[in-house]
């Protein structure tokens, strides 16, 4: 970049380019939406066979491809904008350097030198002479208790000032002041050219039609290039509040935000966007597909690159008059290596793989869109999901299904099989009003049940502490839940929180845990009901400890190993005074179950719901009458 480019510079232009890459992406997320669940919907409601699944997965792919297009032209338009801002910042100081040139009756060369005319005391008769200086742009300083760059600028400003005062043309001065500003302006848009070209250039797709794992591992990498690159851009863009803050103030500042604005963060920052509690379904769901596909594809790629576990992993070797089997060297070395390794990267993508399969069912069964309202393979320990059927900011009813022990993001797919089961069930109740069912696994969930498993000889399920810890994270879900549904509708949705195993212990201690932006300690969890089902104890002595009416409460256990884990969770005291929910003494609705055991309570058979299943979809939906229930609130 020189001084004549500059000059001539449009930096209209970019942002131009930029609304058009924008545009690209806007469409190609509405054509990903549409690809994905509309038109896969409308097939498999109103066809059945081999040729609608062939033509459905052809659908998903072109999806995919959507996707793909809607991301990379995002990072697009976003480097595109941050550079039209650094060239915006850098052309209106040369601007304003050249129009102080013209009013001081200075000329500037072709070069950026600028030339002075004769001026001052006349000395035998004579001006002293005019010249013409050439600037220097001063270093950037490193902001350090020694920095030798901010030493360099004070020192040549200071020579400067005395060169300025000793001359006898008073115009030399100001000449040279104005020159510096035009190295300077010159020297800020070289910069940003130097910082954005490479990084535009690298944001090229291959020529094919296929947006394979490699394919989203660049794009996780180019997203990295573009944050990189792009922390001035955002640092002009008002921050989100301190983590902790409440969803209140993140919707505050999100609706606070341009488009162009927010486009900028679900584009550089898509996994904190997705995390934000309080921010619309759609929003969250966008940014944690984006991140989700880049993880996928990391995942996968890196899974690709470990070398082929060696053979045999055994061989004989003679000690004495004995032969032993022993690990080869080669296997040993492959297992320290890469077998831990490989196994997680496995767990995950299992996981991750459970997500996306959701996604393509949309419509079989009836299934509405899926959102994922939160996503992260490593957070917590086991990683985090949060899946929702249906849009929960919209729905009339809507149920938060919290699991148990030994639940990771790798087995996430039983998990999600519930509440995909409580949709169909509760959806069929309520013909014209919508429902929407989320799985929340947002926490460290204890490994180990009963002694041994996981190696523990002690079980992490008869501790606390794991819902303890838990507790702020739900909490803080729930009233972002409730925020977005105020938003979207002037309402709130009718809630139902439901907790299966140790994630009922998780319910107990939320309902006691009171958040630092509460307006008041008496802050009830914004749902109408609660449900416990095979639980091991809540935390509470009573339905009505935890915040509700008695009649608001609700519990049900299975047959089988069912009775180990209440009744060892009351042995163990996760119940206050040995009480667990379905105890009289406890006094919530008792509610009448066919589970055979403690895996069993989201059964269906033919396509019909098990009697358990049917009951808490009956809650779900507030058709309380028609719940069967053993034993009815107190009081």
């Keep these: 970049m020189d001084y004549a480019t500059l000059k001539a510079l449009k930096p209209s232009e970019f942002t131009e380019a930029a609304d058009g890459y924008r545009s690209v992406s806007s469409m190609a997320d509405h054509a990903y939406a549409s690809a994905e669940s509309q038109i896969t919907t409308r097939l498999r409601g109103g066809l059945k066979g081999k040729a609608v699944e062939a033509a459905?997965?052809?659908?998903?792919?072109?999806?995919q491809n959507f996707h793909y297009t809607q991301v990379e032209c995002g990072l697009a338009a976003t480097s595109l904008n941050a550079l039209a801002a650094s060239l915006t910042t850098a052309k209106s100081k040369l601007d304003a350097a050249l129009s102080d040139a013209e009013a001081a009756k200075f000329s500037v060369g072709a070069d950026g030198s600028v030339s002075y005319p004769p001026a001052g005391?006349?000395?035998?008769?004579?001006?002293?002479?005019?010249?013409?200086?050439?600037?220097?742009?001063?270093?950037?300083?490193?902001?350090?208790?020694?920095?030798?760059?901010?030493?360099?600028?004070?020192?040549?400003?200071?020579l400067e000032r005395q060169?300025?005062?000793?001359?006898?043309?008073?115009n030399f001065g100001k000449a040279v002041e104005i020159a510096n500003r035009i190295a300077q302006a010159v020297a800020e848009a070289t910069e940003a050219d130097a910082q954005w070209a490479?990084?535009?250039?690298?944001?090229?797709?291959?020529?094919?039609?296929?947006?394979?794992?490699?394919?989203?591992?660049?794009?996780?990498?180019?997203?990295?290039?573009?944050?990189?690159?792009?922390?001035?851009?955002?640092?002009?863009?008002?921050?989100?509040?301190?983590?902790?803050?409440?969803?209140?103030?993140?919707?505050?500042?999100?609706?606070?935000?341009?488009?162009?604005?927010?486009?900028?963060?679900?584009?550089?920052?898509?996994?904190?966007?997705?995390?934000?509690?309080?921010?619309?379904?759609?929003v969250r769901d966008s940014a944690n597909r984006t991140v989700l596909a880049e993880t996928h594809g990391a995942y996968r790629t890196e899974l690709n690159g470990i070398p082929k576990e060696p053979q045999p992993k055994y061989h004989y070797v003679q000690r004495g008059r004995a032969w032993m089997r022993e690990e080869t060297d080669e296997w040993s070395a492959w297992s320290k290596k890469y077998e831990d390794r490989k196994a997680h990267l496995k767990d995950r993508l299992n996981g991750m793989e459970a997500i996306q399969a959701r996604f393509d069912n949309t419509g079989a069964r009836g299934l509405p869109q899926a959102y994922?309202?939160?996503?992260?393979?490593?957070?917590?320990?086991?990683?985090?999901?949060?899946?929702?059927?249906?849009?929960?900011?919209?729905?009339?009813?809507?149920?938060?299904?919290?699991?148990?022990?030994?639940t990771t993001l790798g087995s996430i797919e039983d998990e999600a099989a519930k509440s995909d089961a409580l949709w169909r069930e509760a959806h069929a109740m309520v013909p014209g009003q919508t429902v929407s069912t989320i799985t929340w696994f947002d926490y460290d969930?204890?490994?180990?049940?009963k002694p041994g498993d996981s190696g523990d000889v002690v079980p992490e399920a008869v501790h606390d502490k794991y819902a303890q810890k838990a507790a702020p994270t739900l909490r803080e879900f729930l009233d972002g839940a409730e925020a977005a549904h105020q938003a979207a509708r002037g309402d709130s949705a009718h809630t139902t929180l439901i907790g299966h195993s140790y994630g009922s212990t998780v319910i107990g201690d939320t309902a006691k845990y009171r958040s630092e932006y509460a307006d008041t300690w008496a802050d009830p969890l914004p749902v109408e009901d609660v449900i416990a089902v095979g639980s091991p104890g809540m935390q509470a002595d009573r339905a009505g400890d935890l915040g509700?009416?008695?009649?608001?409460?609700?519990?049900?256990?299975?047959?089988?190993?069912?009775?180990?884990?209440?009744?060892?969770?009351?042995?163990?005291g996760l119940g206050d005074n040995w009480t667990i929910p379905t105890d009289e003494s406890f006094g919530a609705n008792k509610m009448h179950s066919d589970s055979p055991g403690h895996g069993n309570f989201w059964d269906e058979q033919e396509g019909k719901p098990s009697i358990s299943l049917s009951n808490q979809a009956a809650v779900i939906a507030g058709l309380y009458e028609e719940v069967e229930l053993d034993r009815k609130a107190s009081h």
């Design 163 to 170: 060169a300025a005062n000793i001359h006898p043309n008073p």
């Design 121 to 158: 005391e006349e000395k035998d008769g004579k001006l002293p002479d005019g010249g013409t200086v050439s600037g220097s742009a001063k270093g950037k300083p490193s902001g350090n208790v020694i920095d030798p760059t901010k030493d360099a600028n004070d020192l040549s400003a200071a």
């Design 445 to 449: 969930a204890p490994r180990s049940a």
């Design 548 to 572: 509700f009416q008695p009649k608001h409460v609700w519990a049900m256990e299975g047959g089988g190993d069912d009775n180990f884990v209440t009744g060892g969770g009351r042995l163990v």
């Design 198 to 282: 490479p990084r535009l250039r690298k944001l090229k797709a291959d020529d094919d039609l296929v947006v394979s794992e490699e394919d989203w591992a660049d794009v996780q990498a180019d997203t990295c290039q573009v944050q990189s690159g792009a922390k001035d851009y955002l640092a002009h863009i008002k921050p989100p509040p301190p983590k902790g803050s409440g969803p209140t103030l993140n919707a505050e500042w999100w609706n606070g935000l341009s488009a162009q604005e927010r486009e900028a963060y679900i584009t550089l920052q898509p996994a904190s966007v997705g995390a934000m509690n309080g921010l619309p379904a759609e």
């Design 56 to 63: 459905v997965e052809q659908l998903l792919l072109l999806a």
């Design 372 to 406: 994922l309202l939160g996503f992260d393979a490593e957070a917590n320990h086991d990683g985090r999901v949060i899946l929702a059927n249906g849009n929960p900011d919209t729905a009339d009813h809507t149920s938060i299904f919290v699991p148990g022990t030994k």
